[in-house]
Structure formats: C-alpha cells, structure tokens
C-alpha cells in the first residue's frame, strides 16, 4: 500500500501494492513523463529507465550470435532464447508441457500466422467468426477464410458453442475475439475458449479459438492454464513499453493445425534437396522450432529478460497493476459520469459502465463530449486542445461497422449512408447524421497516478462544463 498526495491536499490510498512508492517509480524510472499526463498506454505504453539501462549493460557485456555453432557465445544465445520463452510461458501461466511459444514481431504476425496455417490446414479452406469487438488485426483475417466469414455478437457466440456438439464434422472452424477491447476497455468472456475445446474434443472436430489478449495483457494477468485457448496472440511492448517484439503461445495439442509451407530462407529447414536426393535431415518436434523461421529478433528476445526483470522489481505483479489501474478507472469513470452543465444536461457521453468489476471491464474509458445544448464536441478538438495542455488521450475514429452499432447506437441505415460518403475512418468527419463517427479514449497504464486523473478531470471541467450560459452567437450554429 503506497500513498500519494493528489496535488489538492487529499491524501488518497493506491492499492497497487507495488514494492516501491509510485511518485518514486514515476521520477527515476520515466523522467520523460514529467511534463507529460500519458493516457495512451493502449496505443504503447512507456518503457522504464533501468529496462533499457540494464539491456544495455547486456549488450555491452555479451556477444549474441544470430546463426546456431559450436562457439561458446552461440550457445550462450541459443540457453538465453530458451530461457526467455519459459519464463515467457511461465509470465502468461502457461505450463510448458501443454503449451509452446513462438516469437513473432506483433500481434498482427501472430494472427496472421494462425489464418494463413488455417488456410492451408484442409483444402477447402476455413469458416471464420469474429467478435464485433475485435480491432482489425483480427477482422482482417476474413480475407483468409475461403468457407465464410461472419461477424458475431456474444449472444450468436454462445448459440454457435451449444450447436457444436451436435454437428456433423465440417471444415477447420476458428473463432476469433480479443480477452478485451482497445476501443472501450470491455473484457469478453474468455471460457468461450475452454468451451470450443470441450464441444471440439467431444466430436473429434477441427475448431480453434484465438484469443487476441493485445490489449489485455497490458494492464492484468493472462491466465491460459484456465482459459485455454488454442492460440493467443500478444505483444510485449503493450506491457513493458520495449522490446517491440510479439508471441503467439499454442496450445500444443491444437499445434497439429499448424504445419508451414516449407521455405528455404536461411533458417530451419527440415528438408533439404541434394542433388536429386530428397532428404529429410531433422524432424523438428517442437513447435517452435517448426514455426520461427529465419532469423529471429534474438536481440529483442535478449531485451525481454530484462524487461519481465525489471517489472517485477518495479511491480511485483501484473495482479498488482490489475488493481492499481482498476481503482484509478473506476474514480475516474464516477467524475466523468457526475459531470453535469448548469441545465443538469450531462457533459459525458461514456460507452462502458461497471468499471468495478474487473472481470468485465478493463482501465480504457470511451466517450464524448456534449456541450449544454446537446451538440456533440468534435473529439479532435478535445485531442488537440489536450495536447496544448500536456495531456495525452487519443480520438479514435471508428472503422468497425461492429462497434459503430454496439457503442456509438448506429443504425444499419446510418451506416451504410456513412460508407457512401465518405470513409468512416475519416477524421475529417466528427459526427455523421448528428452522431459521432468515433470516441475518445483514456486509457490508464502501470504508472499512471492519482494526479494524472486528478489535472485530466481538471481540465475536463474547466474546459467543457458550462457552469452558467453562454452566448451562443447565431452564425456558430
Ligand atoms: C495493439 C493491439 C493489436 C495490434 O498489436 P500489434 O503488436 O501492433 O500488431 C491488436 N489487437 C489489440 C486488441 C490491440 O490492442
């Protein structure tokens, strides 16, 4: 239990539980926040001062070989690498004899992995559904599905889990979601996953869940030994801010739908043509070694070391950050909410509630800005002048047909008048029809503190809350 003045004479309690004192961690570890109020960490989060000392003083100590020998500083290498995909495991509770681990530069390499094997698993190809949650990375994989794609809500979800056990095998089938939302912070059910796999071992079927946990894993504990999906994605710099560098952990007796095209590129190669003569050289048995071709980040998979080292030094736990940003949400989401003009019309539009309870809602708030006459605020105006004042929130601009009507309350007809004039990505266009075309977004990361949230209320209330009327001449109408 730290403690922490918020700047305005109230002490207030964090209940982080981090080893070290937050104001401590914010002024040795991340100088350059100083000036700075960041709540961006869905997009990146910062990365500590001593990670980056402590890889350095790695680097400088120790020569790392990219290519497998007999020297000794290849070997070095090749136990660090695998040292590092344990305690990778070991960091997502993923027990090493049920599940394996490949790097990968992104979550968006790690989902494409998945869909590209999927694709070429059995020659009609796969039947693909995604979450109306997910961000592009996952939508995009539809272009990979030959069998159908369709879009699902929670509710077609749960239809689909019930009907499996009944069906007839048919073509390899993947469901897609992410563990949560980047765009408002909702945690989806992830025993969908431990369902698939019941439904799919019963009947002997190809059907795969892949859990995006991206923007998850940055702010709680990822727990695969109870969830059980086949196949998550995830990237490290969403959690310690550096090295960029993704994973995709699969569930090894899911690893049977991901065999690889064979290419020779200077990495393994299982089977080598001499000559006329077709020789197998080694059968790799592990599912990484089968998957990482070519040269991996070896230097990035050296950084992580330092990085999960020095988390848990500054940290503890990703269970300590899970309580630290929950309770920093949930105060910030009551101040959003009470916010009211002189009329006691609200300043707030917010997307999401219950941010008390963690298991549904994660530290990311979406919203807009009404002023008292109920017109919407354009969200880049917010952005810019936040920017002005050193604070750090993102407009997001809504691409997702999904989200447009789950969050934003589009109809199909606004939609698709949207997508006749104009791109819905397109900042240009704050509000369509007198709705918005997208949100802003907070979202809180390990270090974000009390006075952070205490200046970003400040500034809300000082720029947005009209506390009496105001003239509003005719031609701004
Ligand atoms: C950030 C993010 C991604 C993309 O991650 P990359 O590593 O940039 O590919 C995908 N999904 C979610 C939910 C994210 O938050």
Same mark, same amino acid.
């Given at each position: 239990?730290t403690?922490?003045?918020?700047?305005? #004479?109230i002490t207030?309690?964090y209940?982080? #539980?981090?080893?070290?004192d937050?104001?401590?961690?914010?002024?040795?570890?991340?100088?350059?926040?100083k000036?700075?109020?960041?709540? @961006?960490h869905?997009?990146?989060t910062?990365?500590?001062?001593?990670?980056?000392?402590?890889?350095?003083?790695?680097? =400088?100590?120790?020569?790392?070989?990219?290519?497998?020998?007999?020297s000794?500083s290849s070997?070095?290498?090749?136990k660090?690498?695998e040292?590092?995909?344990?305690?990778? &495991?070991e +960091?997502f509770?993923?027990?090493?004899? /049920?599940?394996?681990?490949?790097?990968v530069?992104?979550?968006?390499?790690a989902i494409k992995?998945?869909?590209?094997?999927?694709?070429?698993?059995d020659?009609?190809?796969f $039947?693909?559904?995604?979450?109306m949650d997910s961000?592009?990375?996952?939508?995009?994989?539809r272009?990979?599905?030959? =069998?159908?794609?369709?879009?699902?809500? @929670?509710?077609?979800?749960?239809?689909?889990?019930?009907e499996?056990s009944?069906?007839?095998?048919?073509?390899?089938? &993947?469901?897609? +979601?992410?563990?949560?939302?980047n765009?408002?912070g909702?945690?989806?059910?992830v025993?969908?996953?431990?369902?698939?796999?019941?439904?799919?071992s /019963?009947?002997?079927?190809?059907?795969?869940?892949?859990?995006?946990?991206?923007?998850?894993?940055?702010?709680?504990?990822?727990?695969?030994?109870?969830w059980a999906?086949?196949?998550?994605?995830?990237?490290?710099?969403?959690i310690?801010?550096?090295?960029?560098? !993704?994973?995709?952990?699969?569930?090894?007796s899911a690893?049977?739908?991901?065999?690889?095209?064979?290419?020779i590129?200077?990495?393994?190669? @299982?089977?080598?043509?001499?000559?006329?003569?077709?020789?197998?050289?080694?059968?790799?048995?592990?599912?990484?070694?089968?998957?990482? %071709?070519?040269?991996?980040?070896?230097?990035?998979?050296?950084? *992580? %070391?330092?990085?999960?080292e020095?988390?848990?030094?500054?940290?503890?736990s =990703?269970?300590?950050i899970s309580a630290?940003?929950?309770?920093?949400?949930k105060?910030l989401?009551?101040k &959003?909410?009470?916010?009211?003009h002189?009329?006691?019309?609200?300043?707030?539009?917010?997307?999401?509630?219950?941010?008390g %309870?963690?298991?549904?809602?994660?530290?990311i708030?979406?919203?807009?800005?009404?002023?008292?006459?109920? @017109?919407?605020?354009?969200?880049?105006d917010?952005e810019?002048?936040?920017?002005?004042q050193g604070?750090?929130?993102r407009?997001?601009?809504v691409c997702?047909?999904?989200?447009?009507?789950s969050?934003l309350?589009?109809?199909?007809?606004d939609i698709r008048r $949207?997508?006749a004039?104009?791109?819905?990505c397109?900042?240009?266009?704050?509000?369509?029809?007198?709705?918005?075309?997208?949100?802003l977004?907070?979202? *809180? #990361?390990?270090?974000?503190?009390?006075?952070?949230?205490?200046?970003?209320i $400040? +500034?809300?209330?000082?720029?947005?809350? /009209?506390?009496?009327?105001? +003239?509003? !001449?005719?031609?701004l109408?």
């Open positions: 239990m403690k922490c003045s918020t700047g305005k #004479g207030t309690k209940d982080g #539980g981090y080893g070290t937050l104001e401590t961690i914010r002024k040795n570890e991340y100088p350059l926040l000036e700075t109020i960041y709540l @961006d869905t997009g990146k910062p990365y500590a001062k001593s990670l980056i000392e402590s890889f350095s003083q790695d680097m =400088m100590s120790n020569q790392f070989e990219n290519l497998q020998s007999m000794l070997q070095q290498t090749t660090r690498r040292d590092v995909r344990l305690r990778a &495991l +960091f509770n993923a027990d090493p004899n /049920e599940f394996d681990l490949i790097f530069p992104s979550t968006t390499n992995l998945v869909a590209e094997c999927l694709r070429d698993l020659p009609r190809g $039947q693909y559904r995604y979450h961000c592009s990375s996952i939508v995009g994989v272009e990979l599905a030959n =069998m159908g794609s369709q879009c699902v809500r @929670d509710i077609d979800v749960d239809a689909w889990i019930s499996l009944s069906k007839q095998s048919g073509p390899p089938k &993947l469901l897609a +979601f992410p563990a949560q939302s765009l408002n909702r945690r989806l059910p025993h969908w996953c431990k369902q698939i796999r019941a439904a799919a /019963e009947k002997g079927q190809n059907i795969f869940s892949l859990l995006d946990a991206a923007s998850f894993v940055s702010t709680a504990p990822l727990d695969l030994k109870e999906p086949d196949f998550t994605a995830a990237s490290f710099f969403k310690f801010g550096f090295p960029d560098l !993704g994973a995709l952990i699969i569930r090894k690893a049977q739908a991901l065999k690889r095209p064979k290419v590129d200077g990495g393994p190669v @299982d089977q080598v043509p001499v000559s006329g003569l077709h020789w197998d050289a080694t059968k790799k048995t592990s599912v990484h070694e089968r998957l990482e %071709d070519g040269t991996i980040r070896f230097h990035s998979i050296i950084a *992580l %070391d330092a990085a999960f020095t988390h848990r030094r500054l940290y503890g =990703m269970t300590n630290h940003t929950g309770l920093l949400a105060q989401y009551r &959003l909410s009470l916010f009211r002189f009329n006691s019309t609200k300043v707030c539009r917010i997307y999401q509630s219950g941010y %309870d963690r298991a549904l809602q994660g530290p708030i979406a919203f807009n800005i009404k002023n008292s006459r109920g @017109d919407w605020i354009p969200k880049t917010v810019r002048l936040a920017a002005a604070i750090r929130l407009s997001v601009s997702n047909p999904g989200v447009l009507t969050s309350r589009w109809r199909k007809e $949207q997508y004039a104009t791109l819905p397109d900042d240009r266009h704050n509000t369509l029809n007198e709705l918005p075309t997208g949100v977004r907070i979202s *809180l #990361g390990a270090m974000t503190s009390l006075t952070d949230i205490d200046i970003l $400040q +500034f809300i209330e000082d720029t947005y809350v /009209e506390k009496a009327p105001r +003239f509003f !001449g005719r031609n109408r």
